[in-house]
Antibody
Framework: EVKLVESGGGLVQPGRSLKLSCAAS????????MGWVRQAPGKGLEWIGE????????NYTPSLKDKFTISRDNAQNTLYLQMSKLGSEDTAIYYC?????????????????WGPGTMVTVSS | DIQMTQTPSSMPASLGERVTISCRAS??????LNWYQQKPDGTIKPLIY???NLQSGVPSRFSGSGSGTDYSLTISSLEPEDFAMYYC?????????FGAGTKLELK
């Protein structure tokens, strides 16, 4: 059974940093891209970014590129999100998700498994 | 960034009703469009990928269609477990972007 479990959320002061983790199990982690999505309270989903299998390609949504860093440890089956210079606008539930990517005659890309999310609250 | 406009933002509906949710992209996205369902407890799952492909395990009452800039998700006959939030997502160009969501509510 594929399982993704985020951790590391909590209350953090404005301007500080926080590192989230996502523990993956039930599949061969090093065979998959991985991604992060967030959801501010009462708002929709926002794609943060993604990382490929060997960390050689990391894509970010432009507005977060200078604040957030995605990394992974394939030996530990863990995905990370390092967040810096946090502001109130970063208050959200942060989801780890696994993209299912097929590049053949037709290009498929969608998140087929999601974690339950971890809440990050930025407040003094 | 490609903007995704979902309509309606909320939709009251009855059990057994047929409903359609729309998603319009700010430019053509070549059918690179997915749909997700989010339950009130926050659980998110994929429903449809590449416009019209049903994700494994998703009931056949869900279907997707569209082309160019206009796409839709249809639920043929609402069941109690279908009352949730629905989001479209384009992956034609980075950054992937989601619609603002449609809340399907019990009338």
């Amino acid at each position: 059974e594929v399982k993704l479990v985020e951790s590391g959320g909590g209350l953090v002061q404005p301007g500080r940093s926080l590192k989230l983790s996502c523990a993956a199990s039930g599949f061969s982690f090093n065979d998959y891209w991985m991604g992060w999505v967030r959801q501010a309270p009462g708002k929709g989903l926002e794609w943060i970014g993604e990382i490929n299998q060997d960390s050689s390609t990391i894509n970010y949504t432009p507005s977060l590129k200078d604040k957030f860093t995605i990394s992974r440890d394939n030996a530990q089956n863990t995905l990370y999100l390092q967040m810096s210079k946090l502001g109130s606008e970063d208050t959200a539930i942060y989801y780890c998700a696994r993209p299912q990517i097929t590049i053949a005659a037709i290009f498929y890309w969608y998140f087929d498994f999601w974690g339950p999310g971890t809440m990050v609250t930025v407040s003094s | 960034d490609i903007q995704m406009t979902q309509t309606p933002s909320s939709m009251p509906a009855s059990l057994g009703e047929r409903v359609t949710i729309s998603c319009r992209a700010s430019q053509g996205i070549s059918n690179y469009l997915n749909w997700y369902q989010q339950k009130p407890d926050g659980t998110i799952k994929p429903l449809i990928y590449y416009t019209s492909n049903l994700q494994s395990g998703v009931p056949s009452r869900f279907s997707g269609s569209g082309s160019g800039t206009d796409y839709s998700l249809t639920i043929s006959s609402l069941e109690p477990e279908d009352f949730a939030m629905y989001y479209c997502q384009q992956y034609d160009s980075s950054p992937n972007t989601f619609g603002a969501g449609t809340k399907l509510e019990l009338k």
